[in-house]
T-cell receptor, first 116, second 112 residues
Framework: AQSVAQPEDQVNVAEGNPLTVKCTYS??????LFWYVQYPNRGLQFLLK??????LVKGSYGFEAEFNKSQTSFHLKKPSALVSDSALYFCAVRDGRSGNTGKLIFGQGTTLQVKP | DGGITQSPKYLFRKEGQNVTLSCEQNLNHDAMYWYRQDPGQGLRLIYY???????QKGDIAEGYSVSREKKESFPLTVTSAQKNPTAFYLCASSVGSGTEAFFGQGTRLTVV
């Protein structure tokens, strides 16, 4: 069965410092991995994805994520955090074996708090 | 503008009533999804549909029903059998398994 874990409910970081939001996953086949951000009372916005290829993927707003197959992880990173990055972040996975489209499963979410 | 439209933004339901949440997309996406969001629990999949006239239960389908008569539309009915319906409901769509899902702005349902 597919599953996603985000082990930290909240991450606190000072503005200008690097940030990491952790994600681990479990799928039977090849994973398709995604990161989304949510601001209060809004829908989710797509940040980046890993399908195949280079393990380091770059996305919107200066975010990047590293796919690590041996550790089944897909951590979200940013070299220098901004106060405006404060939001709720979700990791998601889809099993690449499941045909043209399939279940998209989300983690519990991690609240990122960037302090000035 | 292309996108996903959910309506209404806020919805109040009396105990024992069925209510239907609307989700429309003009992105020509094949797959559509309904998620429920509760504080501290992330997004949980209710139903998803990969093509018209076909849909599958997600992890928490009990007390909900859906239809997919048109590619653009995937309405969700919250029935009286759903004992704790107060939540934020999100609809999404995607074109394929390797592509990202696009989300609507959500409907907040409250039981009064």
């Amino acid at each position: 069965a597919q599953s996603v874990a985000q082990p930290e409910d909240q991450v606190n970081v000072a503005e200008g410092n690097p940030l990491t939001v952790k994600c681990t996953y479990s799928v039977s086949g090849n994973p398709y991995l995604f990161w989304y951000v949510q601001y209060p009372n809004r829908g989710l916005q797509f940040l980046l994805k890993y399908i195949t290829g280079d393990n380091l993927v770059k996305g919107s707003y200066g975010f990047e994520a590293e796919f690590n197959k041996s550790q089944t992880s897909f951590h979200l990173k940013k070299p220098s955090a901004l106060v405006s990055d404060s939001a709720l972040y979700f990791c998601a996975v889809r099993d690449g074996r499941s045909g043209n489209t399939g279940k998209l499963i989300f983690g519990q979410g991690t609240t990122l708090q960037v302090k000035p | 503008d292309g996108g996903i439209t959910q309506s209404p933004k806020y919805l109040f339901r009396k105990e024992g009533q069925n209510v239907t949440l609307s989700c429309e997309q003009n992105l020509n996406h094949d797959a559509m999804y309904w998620y429920r969001q509760d504080p501290g629990q992330g997004l949980r999949l209710i139903y998803y549909s990969q093509i018209v006239n076909d849909f599958q239960k997600g992890d928490i389908a009990e007390g909900y029903s859906v239809s997919r008569e048109k590619k653009e539309s995937f309405p969700l009915t919250v029935t009286s059998a759903q004992k704790n319906p107060t939540a934020f409901y999100l609809c999404a769509s995607s074109v394929g398994s390797g592509t990202e899902a696009f989300f609507g702005q959500g409907t907040r349902l409250t039981v009064v």
